[in-house]
């Protein structure tokens, strides 16, 4: 089993920023790739952002590229989800999720183990 968790959120103004950290625990050398979704009220979970550790290729949702930066230390199985210029609907809890496959990138049911969530809120 792996399991995962995030730190991190908070309270930012818009235009601000923060930075939220995951680490896999466990077996972790089953792990390919880990990834951040965020689910905003009233709304379903939505894809972030991913990294696959065989090529450290990376993936954004069309909403946070440029403004949302992900990385990561696969020796560590650690990603960080540095957020920019934050908007009031970035507002959401943010979760980290890690995939055994290296194919795939944002679809909930690619990845096999997810943290427990982070809050993020951004007042205007």
């Known amino acids: 089993q792996v399991q995962v968790t995030e730190s991190g959120g908070g309270l930012v103004q818009a235009g601000g920023s923060l930075r939220l950290s995951c680490v896999a625990a466990g077996r972790t050398f089953s792990i390919n790739a880990m990834g951040w979704f965020r689910r905003a009220p009233g709304k379903e979970r939505e894809f972030v952002a991913r990294?696959?550790?065989?090529?450290?290729?990376?993936y954004y949702a069309d909403s946070v590229k440029g403004r949302f930066t992900i990385s990561g230390e696969h020796a560590k199985n650690t990603a960080y989800l540095q957020m920019n210029s934050l908007k009031p609907e970035d507002t959401a809890v943010y979760y980290c999720?890690?995939?055994?496959?290296?194919?795939?990138?944002?679809?909930?049911?690619?990845?096999?183990?997810w943290g427990q969530g982070a809050q993020v809120t951004v007042s205007s």
């Open positions: 999720a890690a995939a055994k496959s290296p194919w795939g990138v944002a679809a909930t049911g690619e990845y096999d183990y």
């Open positions: 990294v696959t550790w065989s090529n450290g290729a990376t």
